[in-house]
């Protein structure tokens, strides 16, 4: 199994980014794919979650109308499109894939398998 995030890097605030997950090793369309962000010195936190079945899609209120999340069942691919970055974007973004993800309290829980990340960064 492997999840492997590109697109990564520095954007000046205001600017976007469109982060990709390649998914091998397992059944792609049985699984939810989500986004999710650690900061330095923070915990943590979903970003976005796209379901297996019928594309429902969630997204943190802090990204709400800034990011865009959208998966290609062809090439076993989820993709993260970022706009409008603010500097408080700024972490390492890692996806994870899970066949029942579910959210409590503001926290997911049910990732299977998870990416080893990549760094965005957003200037002032």
């Known amino acids: 199994v492997q999840l492997v995030e590109s697109g990564g890097g520095l954007v000046q605030a205001g600017g976007s980014l469109r982060l990709s997950c390649a998914a091998s090793g397992f059944a792609f369309d049985d699984y939810g794919i989500g986004w999710f962000r650690q900061a330095p010195g923070k915990e943590r936190e979903g970003v976005s979650v796209i379901s297996s079945s019928d594309g429902s899609t969630y997204y943190a209120d802090s990204v709400k109308g800034r990011f865009t999340i959208s998966r290609d069942s062809a090439k076993n691919t989820v993709y993260l499109q970022m706009d409008s970055l603010k500097p408080e974007d700024t972490a390492v973004y890692f996806c994870?894939?899970?066949?029942?993800?579910?959210?409590?309290?503001?926290?997911?829980?049910?990732?299977?398998?998870w990416g080893k990340g990549t760094l965005v960064t957003v200037s002032s």
């Open positions: 994870a894939a899970g066949r029942t993800p579910t959210i409590v309290v503001g926290t997911w829980y049910g990732m299977d398998y």
